[in-house]
C-alpha cells in the first residue's frame, strides 16, 4: 500500500485536493475496497484528467443521473477531462465505485475504470510517466510499458479499444514513421 507522501511526491504538494472518503465510505453504498488508499486527487494531470471544474458542475458535487429503464444512477463528480472541463466530467458511482466519463451534453455514460481506487492509481503511475518523459524519443516504449503496468491494475479500463484509457494509450504509443 503506497502512502500519502508517494502520492504528494508524485502529484506535487501544491497540485493535490483532498475528497472526503471517510464521510463518503460511510454515506454510499459503495464498497470501501473500491476506494483510493488515500484522500486525495491531483488537481492537474497534463491532458488526461483536472480537477479545475468551468461548468455547471462543482468539484465533488452529488448528481443524480436519470437512465430510462435503468433508473437513477447517482454520482460523484471527481474530475473532468482537461480539453473540455465542461462537458466530460469523471464520476464515481456512488452504488459500486466505478469510475464512469460522463458526457455532459449527450448524456453518455462510459466506463473509465472499475474502481475509484484504479483510477487513482492510474494517475499516481501516470504522474510518474510525464514526470519521467525526455521528448518523443522513447515515449511509444515508455507508454507500452506503463499501458501493461495499468492493465494488471485494471484490465476493464482497456477492454474495449475505444474506452477513454485505450485511446489515450493509443495517441502516447503512436510513432512516426
Given at each position: 500500500?503506497?502512502?500519502?507522501?508517494?502520492?504528494?511526491?508524485?502529484?506535487?504538494?501544491?497540485?493535490?485536493?483532498?475528497?472526503?472518503?471517510?464521510?463518503?465510505?460511510?454515506?454510499?453504498?459503495?464498497?470501501?475496497?473500491?476506494?483510493?488508499?488515500?484522500?486525495?486527487?491531483p488537481?492537474?494531470?497534463?491532458?488526461?484528467?483536472?480537477?479545475?471544474l468551468?461548468?455547471?458542475?462543482?468539484?465533488?458535487?452529488?448528481?443524480?443521473?436519470?437512465?430510462?429503464?435503468?433508473?437513477?444512477?447517482?454520482?460523484?463528480?471527481?474530475?473532468?477531462?482537461?480539453?473540455?472541463?465542461?462537458?466530460?466530467?469523471?464520476?464515481?458511482?456512488?452504488?459500486?465505485?466505478?469510475?464512469?466519463?460522463?458526457?455532459?451534453?449527450?448524456?453518455?455514460?462510459?466506463?473509465?475504470?472499475?474502481?475509484?481506487?484504479?483510477?487513482?492509481?492510474?494517475?499516481?503511475?501516470?504522474?510518474?510517466?510525464?514526470?519521467?518523459?525526455?521528448?518523443?524519443?522513447?515515449?511509444?516504449?515508455?507508454?507500452?510499458?506503463?499501458r501493461?503496468?495499468?492493465?494488471?491494475?485494471?484490465?476493464?479500463?482497456?477492454?474495449?479499444?475505444?474506452?477513454?484509457?485505450s485511446?489515450t494509450?493509443?495517441?502516447?504509443?503512436?510513432?512516426?514513421?
Open positions: 500500500m503506497r502512502g500519502l507522501r508517494e502520492y504528494v511526491s508524485a502529484w506535487g504538494a501544491d497540485n493535490v485536493v483532498r475528497f472526503p472518503r471517510s464521510r463518503w465510505m460511510r454515506e454510499f453504498a459503495a464498497p470501501a475496497r473500491t476506494y483510493p488508499d488515500v484522500d486525495l486527487l488537481v492537474d494531470m497534463s491532458a488526461v484528467f483536472t480537477a479545475f468551468t461548468g455547471r458542475y462543482e468539484l465533488f458535487a452529488l448528481v443524480d443521473l436519470q437512465r430510462g429503464r435503468a433508473g437513477t444512477i447517482q454520482v460523484l463528480v471527481v474530475g473532468a477531462v482537461p480539453a473540455d472541463p465542461e462537458a466530460t466530467l469523471f464520476c464515481v458511482d456512488t452504488a459500486t465505485g466505478r469510475v464512469l466519463m460522463f458526457g455532459v451534453r449527450d448524456g453518455t455514460l462510459e466506463l473509465v475504470n472499475a474502481t475509484f481506487k484504479a483510477l487513482s492509481e492510474f494517475l499516481f503511475h501516470f504522474a510518474l510517466f510525464v514526470d519521467q518523459d525526455t521528448g518523443r524519443a522513447g515515449r511509444a516504449r515508455r507508454a507500452a510499458v506503463l501493461a503496468t495499468l492493465t494488471e491494475i485494471d484490465p476493464a479500463a482497456f477492454a474495449d479499444p475505444e474506452s477513454w484509457w485511446v494509450f493509443m495517441q502516447l504509443e503512436y510513432r512516426i514513421p
